[in-house]
């Protein structure tokens, strides 16, 4: 049961535009979202969080917009850069926010 | 920057045989977590361990899994008896309160022969 779902395995961008990343989600429960960064054989490092109060949060190159009646978030790199060549996660929480859910992934290519 | 640190990088193991997953979580956090990710597959969340028990878990986290903090310092994963199916990456997180960002420990890489 995919509650988090990222469906594009990945993404190639030139450097210098626009990433584009999405995420959809079922659970209307959820109120808490995050977009991890992973290198290989590291462990994800968080990159930017938003909660259901806002629709849009917004941390230097990056911003996610989150658009609650879709069930859906995103996530804005611009400009990208090679070093943002990365898999990156989106999860998601209820109220509860003992459990992270966690979607597939996409693999983002940046091209110099 | 404090970061959470895990051990060892990778381990392998014959099936059937105990495995335990050493995490050091971040000094001033209170919520502790495991996750695994198979490879190529999502990343799933195993337990949430706060005050010394566990707070939640998930149906993957059945009796062959345990928790532990034995000491102020470390958090442990064990799977009693390994199937070949717990070959995954093991990752450790924590955070300061429940809803706050969780920080990861790099892994542990686990394959079972």
């Known amino acids: 049961d995919q509650q988090v779902k990222q469906n594009s395995p990945s993404l190639s961008v030139q450097e210098g535009r626009i990433s584009i990343l999405n995420c959809d989600y079922t659970?209307?429960?959820?109120?808490?979202f995050l977009w991890y960064k992973k290198y290989p054989a590291e462990g994800p490092t968080f990159l930017i969080s938003?909660?259901?109060?806002?629709d849009k949060n917004e941390d230097g190159r990056f911003t996610v917009f989150l658009n609650k009646s879709a069930k859906h978030l995103s996530l804005h790199i611009v400009p990208s850069q090679p070093g943002d060549s990365a898999v990156y996660f989106c999860?998601?929480?209820?109220?509860?926010?003992?459990?992270?859910?966690f979607g597939t992934g996409t693999s983002l290519t940046v091209i110099p | 920057e404090p970061e959470v640190t895990q051990t060892p990088s990778h381990q392998v193991t014959q099936m059937g045989q105990e495995v335990i997953l050493r995490c050091v979580p971040i000094s001033n956090h209170l919520y502790f977590y495991w996750y695994r990710q198979i490879l190529g597959q999502k990343v799933e969340f195993l337990v949430s361990f706060y005050n010394n028990e566990i707070s939640e878990k998930s149906e993957i986290f059945d009796d062959q899994f345990s928790v532990e903090r034995p000491d102020g310092s470390n958090f442990t994963l064990k799977i009693r008896s390994t199937k070949l199916e717990d070959s995954a990456m093991y990752f450790c997180a924590s955070s300061e309160d429940r809803m706050e960002t969780q920080y990861f420990g790099p892994g542990t890489r686990l394959l079972v022969l």
């Open positions: 659970n209307s429960m959820f109120d808490y």
């Open positions: 938003i909660s259901s109060i806002k």
């Open positions: 999860a998601a929480s209820d109220q509860g926010g003992n459990q992270f859910y």
